[in-house]
């Protein structure tokens, strides 16, 4: 209330800068005021009950984080005021010493550097209550309203702060408790039912009273309300039993009585402790642990010899390696041995068995030679079996052959003669040539004759029927014709007798014809036979028949 | 790292690593090699270890047959030994040879009685002494052979022992121009006949098989299931 915005504004930002150079000199910082939130408002970290105001110790990362909102928000210029989660998150125990020289000119108390009524007015009760720090004469009485009053003109944001201060109990110590002003009724109540809790979301921003210009009524409201419980406080204390006052000229005065004064003040002598760590160290290793000697140390020299002795000492190894390599050894060379032996007798049988195989492909060999020298030698004998089975049999059935045929040839030349193919060439010639001819003659002759017959047959018969007609007739006919005929006939036939070879014959045959003159049929059947035989002849004489033309021509002559 | 002067307790008793291994080898060789003094054979093996020469120690192990000193305890193992110390060169120093004779654990006599088969001053080619312990350890010439292919062989233990023909041929001429009962004729024919063999199946090597005839083992086997079947 008292400064002005822009003279909070710029010890803000002073303290900013301060800051900054704080944050490079953290250690220095005991006694420094803590890091002022720029923005923060001024307010006690009242209620130690509330989860926000942590410890007073914290370290540099809160400080840090708390300076860059802080630096941030200074940097921006507005009027510094703070979101109020962050500042509900990050608000420093400590509430943030914005003016810290307008402070030292008040009060040395560190506690009492808040500058209650800066410029950052916005007043965000997070806490149950801001309890402000009554022993300071220099807080104004109506800190509370201007709290209030600040809380109602805040324009956006919920900040609050409130001095660490004792946790009021409810009981009161003391007796007279007139000294102690009234103090607004502490009403440590439940949180779901204090008015100062935001209800509500508290990301909008409130243009209700809460934050904006506070409804004149609510004031007027509180103001009443608070008045009436202050005279009710009042009306208390003034029924309780006092000490009585003074007398007159008396005035009393609060005396310690002990044997040692003690200095009773209000201020706690408090003294800052820093401590800070290196950034972002890794925790050292952790050194060796050394157990703190214990015992007695006594001492005793070992001469030499006295500990070890090589050869016994040796002993035990000796004995692992030679037993050992013996064993080793022996057993090595045993499987080798069996291995060898092994092996030996498997070539010994494969060469054996590879001989005998030689051997018994040689044998096979000889075997197969055998054979086939054996099937050869069968073969040959066979065949020289068989041929001579051949020969005999060839020769019985030439034997046979010949016995058999023994009769066949004269049997064949018999037959053969008999049927005339072994012949008389003369004779053939006589039988072919000759006698043919001569029957042929003899034909002729006898044709001759018969003709002769036959004419004479014939002209007598004419000469009959002449004769009888001319007897019939009468005796005029002819004898003229008659003796021409006779002699034709004769003649003919004296010639045909003439040419033939043998006319003696011929004659007396054809006479001795003439004589059987009466028989006709045997005349005509002598022709015909004669002509028969004269075909037959004619074939005969080239055809195969000859031996029956002949056993004929010969018959005939028997016949005839 | 010398011993401290004062060790005052077991664990300061510093073994050299190689001490173990060492100590195996060593004695893995004395059990395979069973030397008759002990002492005497482990001078001669880490002489031998120390110089880097092939050491005395047999291959495998073979039950010494040696129980008196007259009997000369030469046996195809030991005869092998030798063969691996002395075959890199081929002439072989009589006192080396002595030495390792000896190292060997083998009676000095016998090597004096080897040596006189064939007399020679100060060196001698070790085929031939091989081939001379090869016929002290077998009866006949046969298989003193077999002694000696199997000693030389590269082949591994009970293959097929293949040495060079001509090696074969040069022992055996050497082994029976000393042995009087055998003629060289004999000898030349027999080696033209075991070369035609060989001719065609190895490549101028030849194997046991070739000229030794061990007893048919299988038809034994044969007959002795024949018998347990029944």
């Known amino acids: ?560 | 790292m010398p011993l401290p002067d004062t060790m005052f307790c077991a664990q300061q008793i510093h073994i050299p690593p190689e001490l173990p291994d060492i100590l195996k080898q060593f004695t893995k060789a004395a059990i395979r090699t069973q030397p008759a003094d002990v002492l005497q054979w482990s001078a001669g093996y880490f002489s031998a270890l120390s110089r880097g020469d092939p050491l005395p120690v047999k291959d495998r192990m073979e039950m010494p047959t040696a129980t008196q000193k007259t009997d000369t305890g030469l046996t195809q193992g030991l005869l092998k030994v030798l063969h691996k110390q002395c075959h890199q060169k081929r002439y072989v120093e009589l006192t080396d040879l002595e030495q390792k004779w000896k190292n060997l654990c083998l009676p000095k006599e016998k090597f004096k009685a080897l040596l006189q088969l064939d007399p020679c001053e100060n060196k001698i080619k070790w085929i031939n002494f091989l081939a001379l312990g090869c016929s002290m350890l077998g009866g006949s010439l046969n298989t003193a052979l077999k002694h000696l292919c199997e000693i030389l062989t590269d082949d591994p233990d009970g293959g097929p022992a293949h040495i060079p023909f001509k090696t074969f041929s040069y022992v055996y001429r050497y082994l029976a121009r000393l042995d009087s009962d055998v003629s060289p004729l004999e000898t030349e024919s027999y080696l033209a006949s075991l070369k035609e063999n060989i001719a065609a199946k190895k490549n101028g090597m030849i194997g046991l098989s070739d000229f030794f005839f061990p007893k048919r083992k299988l038809l034994e086997n044969i007959e002795n299931s024949e018998d347990v079947g029944h």
């Open chain 1, 1 to 560: 209330m008292t400064v002005k915005p822009a003279k909070a504004a710029s010890l803000a930002r002073n303290l900013a800068k301060r800051r900054r150079s704080y944050l490079g000199g953290a250690a220095g910082r005991s006694q420094e005021p803590e890091v002022p939130c720029a923005a923060v408002l001024p307010g006690k970290p009242g209620d130690r009950n509330c989860p926000e105001f942590p410890p007073p110790d914290r370290t540099l990362g809160c400080w840090a984080t708390d300076a860059a909102a802080a630096a941030g928000l200074c940097g921006a210029g507005s009027e510094p005021s703070i979101a109020p989660t962050s500042c509900a998150g990050n608000l420093p125990s400590r509430p943030p010493p914005l003016l810290s020289p307008l402070l030292a000119s008040r009060n040395p108390c560190p506690w009492h550097y808040l500058h209650l009524c800066g410029s950052h007015n916005t007043l965000a009760p997070t806490c149950f209550k801001a309890k402000l720090h009554r022993k300071r004469g220099s807080q104004p009485p109506d800190m509370a309203s201007a709290l209030t009053d600040r809380t109602s003109r805040a324009p956006s944001t919920y900040t609050y702060t409130s001095r660490p201060r004792a946790l009021p109990c409810q009981r009161s110590r003391y007796r007279d408790s007139l000294t102690q002003p009234g103090e607004e009724p502490m009403h440590y109540g439940n949180i779901m039912y204090d008015r100062r809790v935001i209800r509500g979301n508290t990301y909008a921003l409130q243009t209700g009273p809460l934050l904006g210009q506070p409804d004149s009524l609510e004031l007027q409201r509180r103001r009443e309300a608070r008045k009436r419980a202050l005279a009710r406080k009042q009306a208390q204390e003034q029924l309780r039993p006092q000490t009585p006052e003074a007398v007159e000229g008396r005035k009393h005065v609060d005396v310690q009585t002990e044997l040692y004064l003690e200095e009773i003040a209000d201020r706690i002598i408090e003294v800052d402790m820093e401590c800070q760590t290196d950034a972002f160290l890794d925790r050292p290793p952790t050194p060796l642990f050394i157990p703190a000697k214990t015992g007695k140390d006594v001492a005793t020299q070992i001469l030499e010899g006295e500990l070890f002795d090589f050869d016994l000492e040796v002993k035990p190894v000796l004995e692992v390696l030679v037993g050992k390599t013996i064993e080793q050894s022996l057993l090595e060379v045993m499987e080798e041995e069996e291995l060898a032996n092994l092996r030996a007798s498997q070539r010994e049988y494969e060469e054996l068995r590879n001989s005998e195989r030689a051997e018994v492909q040689r044998l096979e060999e000889q075997e197969r030679r055998h054979q086939e020298e054996k099937e050869r030698r069968k073969k040959q004998q066979w065949e020289i079996v068989h041929k001579h089975n051949e020969t005999s049999q060839k020769i019985a059935a030439r034997a046979f052959a010949q016995r058999y045929l023994a009769d066949l040839l004269p049997s064949v030349f018999g037959s053969l003669r008999d049927s005339g193919y072994f012949y008389d060439p003369i004779e053939r010639d006589i039988e072919i040539g000759f006698l043919p001819w001569l029957m042929n003659e003899v034909e002729k002759t006898m044709e001759y004759s018969m003709v002769g017959r036959t004419v004479l047959d014939m002209l007598i018969r004419e000469v009959v029927e002449r004769r009888l007609c001319m007897y019939e007739h009468g005796e005029d006919t002819h004898q003229s014709p008659e003796p021409e005929d006779e002699p034709g006939g004769p003649g003919a036939m004296t010639e045909s007798l003439e040419a033939s070879e043998f006319p003696e014959q011929s004659m007396s045959q054809t006479r001795e014809l003439l004589l059987d003159g009466d028989y006709l049929q045997r005349t005509t059947y002598d022709r015909r036979s004669s002509q028969e035989r004269k075909f037959m002849e004619e074939r005969e004489l080239l055809g195969q028949d000859e031996e029956t033309a002949m056993r004929k021509s010969l018959g005939e002559e028997e016949l005839s």
